[in-house]
């Protein structure tokens, strides 16, 4: 019988390299496609898929080349490999029980990791696992005894460093690709499974520990000292609430509605067809606005950075901004210490808090960041229907979103904390179109702003279903309901495109213009009081949370947050942009220019007064600014103890399983349970939730 040879190209050190790098590779690209959930959307992404291992790969095994002993070198890329698909199959293990990645974070906790998963673990493991471990074994095997021969003459180090280069090419042109797919990459890194998918495992752990080190050194030099400068800033700018409003709505539970790009320049816009008809974009969300039960502020401005959306909850639910690089949710929402909205009601009030959205939690870190900021619940895409019919890229579309979410707010102990995240209304804006929404298209050369008042529209009629739930079901009376665009729909290079239908003509259109438009919708609607209207104060999302709590009639003098009530008499009115830029109500300054609000015209040469009042605007905003970057890259919140708010430990919180949990409470209470369901006598509420899809709303709605 022959005996069993290897290939003769194995036997030379760069064809076993070149082995370990296909294996390694197979193995990468099976866990991608069948193990990870990474969302491929284009052939595009398909092509970066399969090259983005090969450069780590080759990068990584290389280094054994530079050995020149043979035993050494091969010895060294048997440790490699060997590492490298430990942590491949451990990311597999590990997503299948958490639809996460795991962090450097993740490693230096491992033993909460193993007693969180427990005796699952064990039901984690397929039998097809073997796969990624097997020929850990196999290998070294078939060198001892010889199956594959080890040769002794090294590689020349021309020939390793031009491996070395080889792979930093690959990386390079992996990389390009990468950004021009998605832009931003490596700066918003506002998702772990767009690092996997673009740039790989082995990169992404690179990546995350050199984040992990810069923001654990900023951290370790932090000291409680620092909290003074903080808590004096505090002190100083405190708005104190106004005694008409505070405590209007006590006790109420609290519903924030998140309208994902939605600007304030489409409340009460009307878009014209080509027939010159017009059509109301928003109508239900109009006629909250104008009603005199609601807070409605005109002069709202979004202040996120790169982390957008999730800088918008950190502004509005911890009165902080986000990070001027990167987002804070990814970088820091699973280690920082926060005192946020839903903690702090549940501390104080007794608060029940759940959050629902219809995407990955992993998606900016939420899944992490939500157990920092107190969330007892998170409702993720796992609890929901989704499929191709009623979702897109960011998720499940709004209508069924909320009507979904019914069987979950339904059980929550009143009064309650809860978030919800729409989607639809979301770049490209091309989900939507006319024989689809009953929505007529705009029509300008940017097919961007064209399909924008579509989808705005369907995030309307989604918002007004799920009111209509609210008050069939029993809700709407005893709650207060918060509405915010979190950022801007249309850029400022799309603006010029949108200027003729805001009447204004695209060649004048200026930087004065484009800071006017990062207005955003804020509405507090409080069912049963009148004292509402619109109002004209200047403020941005910082200024949310200490308006909402004055409202629950809670004392906001004792927390660390850098907004300023906007129902106050003292608020200031001075709104900052994360970049330094800021908006007051007579003056702007943008992009390096100061301009007049009554004219938008630049003022070149300021009067001496209006210099010293200019500067002493550009003083408040970066000390507002710096404040909160001293608290997010310093974890400073967890030297503060004056608040009375004990320190939340996350390792407590498991999103898993939300309504069994719910469920058990509910049992738990009997007689005394609160839910909504409960007071239905345990019957279920979703039968008296009303909804069309955009199908059905195509044919119910007039055609254009």
Do not use: C
Request: net charge negative.
């Amino acid at each position: 019988m022959k005996k069993l040879k290897a290939p003769a190209f194995l036997n030379k050190r760069l064809g076993f390299y070149a082995l370990l790098t296909f294996l390694l590779w197979a193995k990468s690209i099976f866990a991608y496609l069948f193990e990870f959930n990474l969302g491929i959307e284009s052939l595009t992404q398909y092509f970066i898929l399969f090259i983005n291992p090969i450069a780590s790969t080759m990068f990584l095994l290389s280094i054994a080349l530079y050995v020149r002993r043979s035993k050494a070198s091969y010895l060294t890329m048997m440790i490699i490999y060997a590492l490298a698909s430990i942590l491949l199959f451990a990311n597999v293990v590990y997503y299948r029980e958490f639809t996460d990645f795991i962090t450097v974070n993740t490693f230096l906790g491992a033993g909460k990791v193993a007693s969180g998963l427990g005796e699952s673990a064990v039901r984690l493991f397929r039998p097809f696992d073997l796969l990624y471990l097997i020929d850990i074994v196999i290998l070294p095997i078939l060198l001892w005894h010889k199956k594959i021969k080890e040769e002794e003459r090294p590689v020349r180090a021309r020939m390793a460093f031009a491996m070395t280069a080889l792979s930093i090419m690959i990386f390079s042109g992996n990389l390009f690709l990468a950004e021009a797919d998605r832009p931003e990459l490596l700066t918003r890194t506002f998702s772990r499974d767009y690092l996997i998918k673009y740039l790989g495992v082995n990169a992404f752990t690179v990546y995350d520990g050199i984040q992990t080190y810069k923001t654990n050194q900023v951290r370790a030099e932090a000291s409680p000292n620092d909290l003074k400068e903080v808590e004096n800033y505090v002190k100083e700018h405190h708005a104190a609430p106004n005694s008409e409003y505070f405590g209007l709505a006590k006790g109420r539970n609290v519903i924030t509605i998140h309208l994902e790009s939605l600007q304030q320049f489409v409340i009460d816009y009307k878009l014209k067809d080509e027939n010159g008809q017009e059509h109301e974009v928003t109508p239900f969300l109009n006629s909250i606005f104008h009603s005199n039960s609601t807070f409605a502020f005109d002069n709202f401005f979004h202040q996120v950075k790169a982390g957008k959306t999730s800088d918008a909850e950190t502004l509005m639910e911890n009165s902080l901004f986000g990070l001027n690089q990167g987002s804070l949710f990814s970088q820091l929402g699973g280690k920082n210490t926060f005192q946020a909205a839903p903690d702090i009601l549940k501390q104080t009030e007794g608060y029940t808090s759940a959050a629902f959205h219809g995407n990955s939690g992993s998606f900016w870190n939420r899944s992490e960041t939500y157990k920092n900021l107190g969330y007892d619940y998170f409702f993720d895409s796992s609890y929901y229907d989704v499929n191709d019919e009623n979702s897109f890229q960011y998720g499940l579309h709004d209508k069924p979103f909320f009507q979904q979410s019914v069987k979950y707010l339904e059980r929550l102990q009143q009064p309650f904390y809860s978030k919800f995240i729409a989607v639809s209304n979301h770049y490209p804006y091309s989900e939507f179109k006319n024989d689809e929404a009953g929505f007529p298209m705009a029509n300008t050369s940017d097919e961007t702003i064209n399909g924008y008042f579509a989808t705005a529209n369907y995030l309307d009629k989604a918002v007004e279903e799920f009111f209509n739930y609210l008050k069939a079901s029993g809700l709407y009376d005893n709650s207060i309901i918060v509405m915010y665009g979190d950022h801007y729909g249309i850029s400022n290079s799309r603006n010029p495109d949108l200027a003729p239908l805001l009447g204004k003509s695209k060649e004048t259109w200026s930087n004065f213009d484009n800071a006017q438009m990062q207005r955003v919708p804020y509405m507090v609607h409080i069912p049963g009081q009148e004292k509402g209207g619109i109002n004209h104060t200047y403020g941005g999302e910082v200024d949310a949370l200490p308006t909402l709590l004055h409202l629950l009639g809670t004392d906001t003098s004792k927390y660390i947050q850098l907004g300023q009530d906007l129902l106050s008499k003292d608020n200031s009115q001075i709104v900052a942009f994360r970049d330094g830029d800021y908006v007051t109500p007579n003056y702007t300054y943008y992009s390096g220019n100061l301009y007049d609000n009554k004219n938008g015209m630049p003022i070149s040469e300021p009067s001496e007064i209006l210099q010293r009042q200019a500067d002493g605007w550009k003083e408040a905003v970066s000390k507002q600014l710096h404040t909160s970057d001293n608290i997010n890259n310093g974890d400073l919140l967890r030297f503060y103890s004056a608040s009375g708010l004990k320190p939340i430990d996350a390792s407590q919180f498991d999103y898993k399983d939300g309504l069994n949990k719910m469920e058990k409470i509910e049992n738990k209470l009997g007689d005394k349970s609160t839910s909504i369901f409960d007071q239905h006598g345990k019957k279920s509420t979703q039968d008296l939730y009303k909804t069309e899809t955009y199908k059905q709303y195509q044919e119910q709605t007039p055609q254009q």
